[in-house]
């Protein structure tokens, strides 16, 4: 779970709701090579300022990728400056509401898969074992971003933690860019009021909470806070009792 965040991924794919951007990015999608913004116009019938808009701002949103370079197998001094170029953006953009993460559960799966299958292992310890591992590198991964922020933990000569030891601000942001909707439970602790696999989690409970758990430890401990803090809930149970959301994750984080 560390694609772009998800504010980020639905401007993205509501910015296709312009019929203009929309038929760019079909020309764009559909052509055999990168694509111009002259020749994009013309095809479509716009002026080039509106082509050349449209364009830019679907590179910012992470749909297209520019690229630069000179057409014609011209070369060397006096032979033009390079030109701007368009192509559809490798990674795909998705997003759902709420926050869902199946394409995660689908790489940890198959990860899990291919390591029993290849060492003889329990696919069960496998599996946690793969997604121990992603929440210690999306963990890490967070920890690099809030370092390199300006007002992140190493700025202005501040020690580069995690937030202080047993702090769980940074595990909250963490959490919150996941999709996982934290909030306070009122001693300390925080309840996790989305769950990111729930459709899956609803026929297969015991295999997807107990993997996610195994995310959620391996990133708390990238993040400073001890895995022991991040307790399993009987989730059913609560919902049974009316003392969970519908969508609420089978986790909770304790308070230090």
């Known amino acids: 779970m560390t694609k772009l965040a998800w504010s980020r991924r639905l401007a993205a ?23 111009g913004r002259d020749d994009a116009a013309k095809a479509l019938g716009l002026a ?14 992470g ?6 370079r000179k057409l ?12 701007k170029l368009y192509r559809t953006a490798v990674d795909e953009v998705a997003a759902s509401v709420p926050d869902r993460h199946y394409d995660l559960a689908a790489e940890l799966l198959v990860t899990a898969v291919e390591a029993a299958t290849h060492d003889g292992g329990s696919p069960r310890d496998a599996l946690l074992a793969a ?3 992603r929440g210690k590198s999306a963990g890490e991964a967070a920890v690099r971003a809030a370092d390199r922020a300006p007002d992140g933990p190493g700025a202005a000569g501040e020690p580069e933690t995690a937030g202080g030891a047993g702090s769980a601000a940074p595990f909250a942001d963490f959490l919150a860019g996941q ?27 015991d295999v997807v909470c107990a993997m996610n758990g195994a995310f959620l430890a ?16 009987a989730i059913e149970d609560l919902r049974a009792q009316g003392a969970a959301r519908p969508g609420q994750c089978c986790a909770r984080v304790l308070p230090s």
């Open 13 to 35: 794919l509501a910015s296709l709701g312009d019929e203009n951007r929309r038929r760019l990015f079909d020309f764009v999608a559909s052509a055999p090579d990168a694509v």
């Open 48 to 61: 080039r300022s509106t082509a050349s808009f449209h364009l830019d701002r679907l590179v910012n949103d």
């Open 63 to 68: 749909l297209l990728i520019a690229e630069f």
């Open 72 to 83: 014609g197998g011209r070369e060397g001094p006096g032979s033009g400056r390079p030109a």
């Open 131 to 133: 997604a121990r591992a």
């Open 179 to 205: 999709g996982y909707c934290p909030a306070d439970d009122g001693g300390g602790g925080l309840l996790l009021l989305n769950c990111p696999f729930h459709r899956l989690a609803a026929g297969h409970a």
């Open 218 to 233: 391996g990133a708390s401990a990238a993040l400073g806070i001890d895995p022991g803090r991040v307790e399993a809930l």
